[in-house]
């Protein structure tokens, strides 16, 4: 193997064990575990306009709905930037890092954390959206 896919030890010695650095292909797994809860995030933040729509159809004004919802219809933008900025910063630390554990735990703790926001925020509008359906069916609280 070449001497290029290979790096010191942590501590710069070089009478230790060398460590592979890791490969391009494994560096895009972990940017793809990453990017698919992105997408999702995305996908339903751009779609807050319509809930906020339906909300106020359906309502008449926003302050019936649940502190969470509030939050993301009021904050959508926002929690996209948020989210985007997590990721080109993870992407970065991904590309860049020259460890494969840091590569590895930057990918999984922002996958997770962005899968995590992603199913507090569709709760925070389907929820609320169901519940509202159910009243308008006549099924009571």
Request: glycine share 6%.
């Amino acid at each position: 193997m070449p001497a290029e896919d290979y790096q010191t030890s942590p501590n710069g010695d070089t009478s230790g064990i060398l460590i592979k650095a890791p490969s391009f292909s494994a560096r895009s797994v972990a940017a793809v575990l990453m990017a698919l809860p992105l997408c999702y995030n995305t996908l339903i933040l751009l779609r807050v306009p319509k809930f906020q729509n339906m909300f106020m159809e359906l309502l008449g004004s926003k302050d019936k709905l649940p502190i969470l919802a509030l939050l993301i219809l009021d904050h959508s933008m926002l929690l996209l930037a948020t989210f985007w900025l997590l990721a080109v910063a993870a992407a970065a630390v991904i590309f860049f890092s020259q460890r494969v554990r840091k590569v590895w735990i930057t990918a999984g703790l922002s996958a997770f954390l962005l899968a995590v926001a992603g199913v507090i925020i569709s709760l925070g509008i389907f929820v609320p959206l169901a519940t509202l359906m159910r009243q308008l069916a006549g099924e009571g609280n």
